[in-house]
C-alpha cells in the first residue's frame, strides 16, 4: 500500500499540512487541495488510490462531492474526515468506506486509509 | 363574607324568626335583593371577568359577589369542579366559622371595606390566600358525583334530609340548614357546582336571589373555559418554547463541539507529528508550529465568543445590528393615527447619529408595539402623551415608552411583566410578559419605574453592537 495516492480534500490548509507532513512519511504519495472543483479535477484525471474527505468545505458539501465520486467510479475509496460526529446519521455519509472524526490522534484515521486501501485491491 | 352598607329593605323583614335572625347576627345577607341592583351586580362580575385571565381570579370575583354585601350576600360561597367522577372542591371564599364571621365582619364594617370594590384590581396573592385558606373544606366536600346528579336542571336549595347523597354529605360537612346548590350541567353530568349558604346569619334566601346567584354561576363557568383555555394555550407556548431551547442548545453544543474540535486535532495532531519525527528544515518547523498556535488561538477565540453570545444561540436567536433610532421611529409612526383618535400625543425621539444595538428585528417591533399599545391603553379614557425616546447609556442603548395615564395597579407594580394579571392597561394581561420574553432573547433586558411623577416608564435595555 506505500506508494499509494492519496488525495486530502480540506478547505483548512493546516490539515493539509499535517496530512502530508504524516502521510508522506509513511510512504504514501499525498495531493491536496482545499475546494471542491480542486478535488473533481483531479479525481477526474485518474490515478488517485483514495480521497480523505472533510465533509464542510466553506460554502460547499463534502457529500455532494462524495456522491459524485461514488457516481462515477464506486471503487475509488472515500474516507470522510470532519469534525462533526452527527453526520455519522445522514444517510448521505453512509456511501463513504469509512467515517473518522477529526482527532489530534491521526492512528484512527491512518488505520481507515490502510484498510479501506486493502480492501480496494 | 362583607358587612353590608346598612340599608335593610324594611318589607322583607318579619314575620318568621328566621327572618330576623341574622338582623342580630348583623351578617350581610340582609334582604331580597332588588333587580336593579342584580343587574348592576351583573355587569359589574361581567366586565370583571372580561379582563381575568386566571382560572383562581375569576372564581375568587364570582365567589366574593355571592358573598359580599353588596352582592348577593351569602355568607361563604364554594365552586366544586368535576374531575373524573367526583366532584372536587376547588374554590372557596368567607368565613370557616361564626366566631371568625363575626369577627371579620365588624372589622370590615369598622373599616367601610366594600368587597366588590376589590374585584376591579385581584391581587393574586390575596386569592391564592383565600384558596389555602379554605383547603381542608374543599377537601371535606370533594364527593363522588352520584346518579342523581345527572337530573339537575336549577338552583335549589338543599337541607339535610335532601334525597341527593351528595347534597346531604355538602350539608353535613358545612352544618347548613339551607344550602343553595347551583349546579352546572355539561351533556347530561354535573361540570360544577356552586355551593353557598348563610351559615351564620341564617338570612332566608329568596328566589330572586337564587336566580342570581344561577346567572353568575354561568358566567363564572364561561370564564372559567376561556381562562382554562388561555392557561393550556400559555403551558403549551411555554413547553413549545422548552423544546425550540433544547434543540438550540443542542445545535449550540455541536457547532461549539466541531469549531473547538477542529483547531484542537490540527494543533494536537501537528505536535504529535513533530514529536514523531523532525521536520526536514527549520522552516518546516516554524511553519507547523505557527500553524499549530494558530489554531490554538482560534479555539480561545472561540470559547470567547461562545461564551458572550450563549444566551442568544440558545434562545435559538440570531442578533444582529439595528439601528434603534430608526425602528422606533417607524413603529411609532405606525401608531399615529390611532393616537391622534384618542386624542394622544405621540413624540417620538432619538439622536441624530445612529445607534446600533444587539438585537432581532421583529422581536424589537414587537415588543415596542406591545409597550406603545400598553401606554394608549392607560390613555384610553383620559388622553394625554406618549413619549418614546431613545438614549446612549454606556454598553446599552435605551429605548423609553413613557405615558402620563393612569398609573399601574398595586398588583401589578411588584413584577408587571409576570403575565396572568389583566388590567386595562396591559390587555390580556400577556402582552408585558412577551416583551420581557422576547427582550431577554435578544440579552436585552426591560424595566419599569414610576419615579417621574405622574408618568409610567418603560425601559429597554439593548446591547450595544461592537
Known sequence: MNGSRLLFVDDEEG???????????????????????????????????????????????????LREIKAKDSRLPVVLSTAYARYQDDFSSWLADAYIVKSSDLNELKQAVRRCLGKAR | MSASRGSPAQRERGARPERTRHLRERGPALRSIRPRRVLDLLRRVSEVLETVVDPEVAA???????????GLGFNRAFLLLADGDQLRGWFGVGPLTR????????????????????????????????????????????????????????????????????????VSVLDSRELVVVPLMASGRPWGVVLADNFVTHAPIYHATLEAAE?????????????????????????????????????????????????????????????????????????????????????????????????????????????VGALVDR?????????????????????????????????????????????????????????????????????????????????????????GITTRRGGSGLGLASVRTLAEAMGAKVEYDEREPGWVRFTLFLRRWS
Not at chain 2, 375568587?60 to 353588596?70: I, M, R
Not at chain 2, 366594600?114 to 379554605?134: C, F, G, H, K, T
Open chain 1, 15 to 65: 490539515f493539509l499540512e499535517l496530512y502530508r507532513a504524516a502521510f508522506s512519511r509513511d510512504g504514501y504519495t499525498v495531493e491536496t487541495t482545499a475546494t471542491i472543483e480542486g478535488a473533481r479535477d483531479r479525481v477526474a484525471q485518474g490515478g488517485v488510490d483514495l480521497v480523505v474527505l472533510d465533509i464542510r468545505l466553506g460554502e460547499a458539501s463534502g457529500l455532494a462531492l
Open chain 2, 60 to 70: 375568587w370575583s364570582v365567589l366574593v359577589a355571592y358573598t359580599a354585601g353588596e
Open chain 2, 99 to 170: 366566631d371568625e364571621a363575626r369577627e371579620v365582619w365588624a372589622e370590615m364594617r369598622q373599616h367601610g371595606v366594600l368587597p366588590l370594590e376589590r374585584l376591579a384590581e385581584p391581587d393574586p396573592r390575596a386569592v391564592e390566600a383565600e384558596q389555602r385558606r379554605n383547603a381542608a373544606v374543599l377537601v371535606s366536600l370533594t364527593h363522588a358525583a352520584e346518579r342523581g346528579c345527572g337530573a339537575w336542571r336549577r338552583a335549589f336549595i338543599g337541607r339535610s334530609n335532601h334525597p341527593n347523597p351528595c347534597v346531604r354529605h355538602w
Open chain 2, 215 to 323: 346567572t353568575l354561576a354561568h358566567y363564572l363557568r364561561a370564564a372559567l373555559e376561556r381562562t382554562q383555555l388561555l392557561r393550556r394555550f400559555q403551558e403549551e407556548r411555554r413547553r413549545r418554547l422548552v423544546a425550540e431551547h433544547a434543540t438550540a442548545l443542542l445545535e449550540t453544543a455541536r457547532t461549539l463541539a466541531h469549531d473547538l474540535k477542529n483547531p484542537l486535532a490540527l494543533a494536537g495532531g501537528l505536535a504529535r507529528e513533530l514529536m514523531a519525527a523532525s521536520p526536514a528544515s527549520r522552516e518546516t518547523l516554524l511553519r507547523q508550529l505557527g500553524i499549530a498556535a494558530a489554531a490554538i488561538s482560534r479555539a480561545e477565540q472561540r470559547v470567547g465568543e461562545l461564551v458572550d453570545g450563549l444566551a442568544s444561540r440558545a434562545d435559538g436567536i440570531a442578533v444582529e445590528p439595528v439601528e
Open chain 2, 331 to 419: 413603529v411609532v409612526e405606525a401608531f399615529r393615527t390611532l393616537a391622534s383618535s384618542r386624542g394622544v400625543r405621540l413624540v417620538c425621539y432619538h439622536p441624530a447619529r445612529p445607534l446600533m444595538a444587539s438585537a432581532v428585528v421583529r422581536s424589537l417591533e414587537r415588543c415596542l408595539e406591545n409597550l406603545v399599545v400598553n401606554a394608549l391603553e392607560a390613555l384610553r379614557e383620559s388622553g394625554g402623551e406618549v413619549h418614546a425616546a431613545v438614549r446612549e447609556d454606556g454598553q446599552w442603548v435605551r429605548v423609553e415608552v413613557a405615558d402620563n395615564g393612569q398609573p399601574l395597579p398595586p398588583a401589578l407594580r411588584p413584577d408587571p411583566f409576570a403575565g
